[in-house]
């Protein structure tokens, strides 16, 4: 049954807003937009009254999501400044230097980790294309092999990877209505808005709607008990670094980087951006760092070598290992079944695995946040 605009606004009409009025008379409403049962919208309303409308962003999911064919709704509350006056100043981030790995975790500041979760790191690069998203599945794959609970949360909002690099194609369960249950695969669970989302529908999402979005996934999903969350970040330094930032205790973030001087350049950027935020730098991967010939077995540094250490050392951060271009990785990643859980005992895996020891050992036990998130102030 095929879910209309109408009847998305009839229902919302039953809403009444902070004053009394129904919701689509209160002029906060972006255009709606629907796809395949999944219903998507966001509410712009003044800084000042975020408090007061976020129980009636609630109340308007509930209404949505009761209507017959409906399978997902998300709507973001959008704060911006009246008057467009001067933005407030971002509250200054702590010292770039988090606590100690292990050690008591500070109080946060209005964050918290999601229910089970005892520690969450993401997997991040400072540009697109040097494989970060097949980095990030396999660390999760080698952390698992080493004994962990492990889930997979992927935050690239715009450009969801991970449905392909797992071959996932279904679509997650509700639970009571209001929270989804993760795909299981391999063992993991694994959150991706690309499940509720058709592979080429472009996302052409402001800000706010990115940590909206990146909110729910983190805490209206049944994660279970998991020891470490593995995120996949979206490429850069924007709107979902911070938010994850700001929205949970991150113990640590790793930086993916070809060799290449281009692609260093960017990879410091991330390197700044999370030590400004007060996230540990558990250390670089050079992904891509050199090239053996399956024919006959020349080793080839097609995007030179030895970048990301030198790197890593200049800015005194741990170097956590080099991963080749090699078919059987980017194959196997295609096929949707990563070279840690197809070919557990081979040489790539090996080298995965012995990343996911050093990231292990750096966080020391799960448990605790490892950090205080940042009070910051983000301006839609």
């Avoid at 499940?195 to 279970?224: D, N």
């Avoid at 330094?237 to 938010?243: E, F, I, N, R």
Wanted: overall charge neutral; aromatic content about 4%.
């Amino acid at each position: 049954m095929a879910v209309s605009k109408e009847q998305i606004l009839e229902s919302l009409g039953r809403v009444p807003g902070p004053d009394g009025r129904p919701l689509p008379q209160t002029g906060t409403l972006s255009e709606i937009v629907i796809s395949d049962g999944k219903v998507f919208m966001s509410m712009t309303v003044d800084a000042a009254a975020v408090k007061a409308w976020e129980p009636v962003r609630k109340r308007a999911e509930d209404a949505v999501r009761a209507v017959p064919g409906v399978q997902s709704v998300l709507i973001a509350l959008t704060a911006e400044k009246a008057g467009g006056g001067a933005a407030p100043k971002p509250a200054a981030a702590p010292h770039a230097h988090g606590p100690r790995p292990g050690g008591p975790a500070p109080q946060g500041q209005g964050s918290h980790l999601p229910p089970g979760v005892k520690s969450i790191i993401a997997v991040a690069s400072g540009k697109g294309g040097v494989g970060k998203s097949t980095t990030a599945v396999n660390i999760a794959l080698g952390l698992q092999a080493l004994g962990l609970k492990v889930g997979l949360l992927d935050a690239d909002i715009y450009g969801p990877s991970i449905p392909k690099l797992l071959a996932i194609r279904e679509k997650p369960e509700p639970l009571g209505g209001t929270r989804l249950k993760p795909i299981m695969r391999h063992g993991m669970a694994v959150m991706s808005i690309g499940f509720l989302i058709e592979e080429e529908t472009p996302m052409i999402w402001r800000g706010p709607m990115v940590m909206s979005a990146l909110t729910q996934m983190l805490r209206e999903v049944e994660w279970g008990e998991l020891d470490i969350m593995v995120v996949d970040m979206p490429p850069g330094t924007g709107d979902a670094q911070l938010t994850m930032a700001q929205a949970v205790p991150l113990r640590g973030a790793i930086i993916v980087s070809t060799p290449q001087d281009l692609a260093l350049i960017d990879a410091r950027r991330g390197v700044a951006m999370f030590k400004r935020v007060n996230v540990p730098i558990l250390g670089i991967v050079e992904n891509m760092s050199f090239f053996l010939c399956p024919h006959c077995g020349e080793r080839s540094d097609i995007f030179s070598h030895g970048g990301a250490r030198h790197e890593a050392e200049r800015m005194g951060v741990p170097f956590l290992g080099e991963i080749p271009l090699h078919m059987s990785i980017r194959e196997k990643s295609d096929a949707g079944m990563p070279v840690v859980a197809s070919d557990p005992d081979g040489p790539h895996a090996k080298m995965y695995k012995e990343i996911a020891a050093k990231i292990r050992d750096q966080i020391g036990q799960p448990g605790g946040s490892g950090r205080a998130a940042p009070k910051i102030v983000i301006e839609a």
